[in-house]
């Protein structure tokens, strides 16, 4: 497919309010989330953190990655049950071409997509319009019943976390600066978007004029790359502070173990033999006892100017590409081996720092957020271990997407129950002793005992080398065994479904929105018939002239109605008729 025109293009305010009212009156699903799927919050357990200081409803969120790059994302996970947002990481090099697919998730999970697909001011704009977005939909009457619980309880507070890559020259540079001030003070961007409220009609018209909070972040975390040396992350990380006034996160990579550890663990202990761990990557990045004294020099730096610092575990693992599914080399490894190693990591670190980290056991100031591997098994673990919050990418790219959040905060709020308790701060507290008493120094230690332990199949190779199941049949652009993987693995939303006509194959017709679809490759991996959907199933554009950059079969719709089209007669025939069904027209 040819590229003249960004891969994503982001929908228009008005365009997403549209097609929430009319997926909620048609089908009970906001961007093809089922109600089914929204989080309340239990009335017995308090599920809240402080991020950094600021109250945080819930422990769970997208990590910063694919889930949280357009507002529609965002949207989605704050259903889900998210209440911190890492945000898409934003550098000064917004035009990078990214290699396709860039998201292998055949197995544990591996990336190439280490950039922002979005020009900064693209992602200054998608962020504030996510913000508006769920300021609107807790007002909005009808999902009142759906995110309220019987006594009242309602969403709670969530806390947009932005993130800036990679280096002292692009972060202090203008481009990034404006991003920055731009998310403390967003009036002008709010100012832009608002009529696009109105615009819309129907029921959102109604709260045109809420008062939109202009305050979207006032904290960051830092990405570095891969051997960013110590006194470039040192300088970012003060010029954060004295330049922005913000509390800053500094994300750490599991190199920091070493390289024997590291490859000891995934591929002897949990017996990835055929990862291809990089040896030079150890040498570059920051060395184990560096990062000690960094992270205490940065503590003491932030909380001598009132402000607040933590650390963020862990980057992914840079690996040699020997899988060959995408283009690049290296490749970034995520998912179970990862989990291990951050824990590992993080058991050092409390080790080497005591009394520093903000966790059971040492009850320091410095924050550890985390995100390696997280899934609904291991989520409460992973925050009994005292991490606030505890991000996600890899699990929500498979099948049930978004849809996998509020299980997973069902199952953490299960555990806190189970033990007697009615708020996270205490459970933590209660978990702390119980590892202690049984002869651990910290439930974090307990937690890596156990999964290097006992707990280890859930994390080795032999529990993560199913494959995607798979159907000999070839996809075609109508029917299919309609698994509805392609709509929930995209974490874009790129894909929607419509009940399927009289006379036609299987239950539900899939298309897809070619403006968010960036062609990272996740549908083909988990639909079971041969090919890729993305590019088999009608592609619907809005856009005239994205349509026209592009080659291939595609439908141009306006109003509904298909306008201008790439395919035979009758496929262009059956679109248009789909999209003038009963629950078709998904655009609103
Ligand atoms: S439709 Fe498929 S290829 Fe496109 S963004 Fe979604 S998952 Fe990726
Ligand atoms: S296109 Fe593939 S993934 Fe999507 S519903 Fe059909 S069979 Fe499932």
């Not at 403390?184 to 709260?207: K, M, N, V």
């Not at 419509?498 to 990272?520: A, H, K, P």
């Amino acid at each position: 497919m040819s590229h003249d025109t960004a891969p994503l293009t982001p929908m228009t305010m008005s365009t997403l309010l549209g097609r929430i009212e009319h997926e909620w009156s048609t089908r009970q699903k906001i961007f093809d989330l089922p109600s089914a799927r929204i989080w309340q919050p239990d009335p017995d357990v308090d599920l809240g953190f402080e991020f950094l200081g600021r109250p945080c409803a819930t422990p769970v969120g997208p990590a910063a990655g694919p889930h949280s790059q357009l507002a529609e994302n965002i949207v989605l996970a704050w259903l889900g049950g998210s209440r911190l947002f890492e945000l898409k990481t934003v550098q000064v090099l917004d035009d990078l071409e990214i290699a396709r697919p860039c998201i292998d998730m055949q197995t544990i999970g591996y990336n190439i997509e280490w950039s922002q697909e979005l020009t900064v001011p693209q992602s200054l704009t998608e962020y504030v319009k996510a913000s508006m977005l769920v300021e609107m939909l807790t007002q909005w009457e009808p999902l009142a019943d759906h995110l309220h619980n019987d006594t009242g309880d309602g969403p709670g507070s969530h806390v947009f976390d932005m993130s800036v890559g990679y280096d002292l020259a692009g972060i202090s540079g203008d481009k990034v600066s404006r991003f920055i001030r731009g998310m403390r003070d967003a009036t002008d961007e709010i100012a832009a978007l608002r009529p696009q409220i109105a615009e819309a009609g129907g029921s959102f018209a109604a709260l045109a004029d809420l008062d939109f909070s202009t305050h979207i972040a006032d904290t960051l975390t830092l990405s570095t790359f891969h051997g960013c040396p110590p006194e470039e992350i040192e300088s970012i990380t003060k010029h954060l502070i004295d330049e922005h006034d913000l509390d800053v996160i500094v994300k750490l990579n599991p190199t920091l173990l070493g390289y024997e550890t590291v490859a000891g663990i995934v591929n002897d202990e949990l017996g990835y033999r055929d990862v291809s761990v990089k040896e030079q990557a150890f040498a570059d990045d920051l060395q184990f006892e560096r990062g000690i004294e960094l992270i205490e020099e940065l503590n003491e730096y932030a909380k001598q100017r009132g402000r607040r610092f933590g650390i963020k575990l862990t980057n992914t693992l840079v690996v040699d590409n020997t899988r060959g599914f995408m283009p690049d080399d290296p490749m970034y490894l995520s998912g179970a081996p990862l989990h291990v190693l951050a824990s590992t990591l993080l058991d050092r670190l409390a080790t080497a720092l005591p009394g520093r980290l903000a966790i059971p056991g040492h009850d320091g100031d410095v924050m550890v957020s985390f995100s390696a591997g997280i899934t609904k098994e291991n989520l409460p673990e992973a925050i009994a271990m005292g991490v606030n919050p505890a991000t996600v990418c890899s699990d929500l790219l498979k099948p049930g997407g978004y849809g996998r959040l509020a299980p997973m905060l069902k199952a953490l709020t299960a555990a806190v129950r189970d033990d007697g308790c009615s708020d996270l701060a205490s459970w933590k507290q209660l978990r702390q002793a119980a590892a202690v008493d049984a002869g651990f120094a910290t439930a974090c230690a307990q937690h890596v005992a156990d999964i290097r332990g006992d707990g280890i199949e859930s994390y080795h190779l032999d529990g993560n080398s199913k494959l995607p199941r798979e159907v000999d049949n070839d996809l075609q652009m109508f029917g299919c065994v309609a698994c509805n993987f392609c709509v929930t693995v995209c974490p874009n939303d790129a894909f929607t479904n419509i009940r399927s006509l009289d006379g036609m194959d299987g239950r539900q017709q899939y298309l897809v929105f070619s403006e968010l679809c960036n062609e990272c490759g996740n549908c083909m991996v988990f639909c079971p018939e041969r090919g890729d959907p993305a590019m088999i199933k009608p592609r619907l554009y809005t856009d005239r002239a994205l349509f026209e950059a592009r080659d291939g079969q595609g439908f141009l719709v306006d109003g509904g109605r298909v306008v201008d089209a790439r395919a035979d007669d009758e496929s262009i025939e059956l679109v248009g008729r789909l999209l003038a069904s009963d629950a078709g027209n998904p655009l609103g």
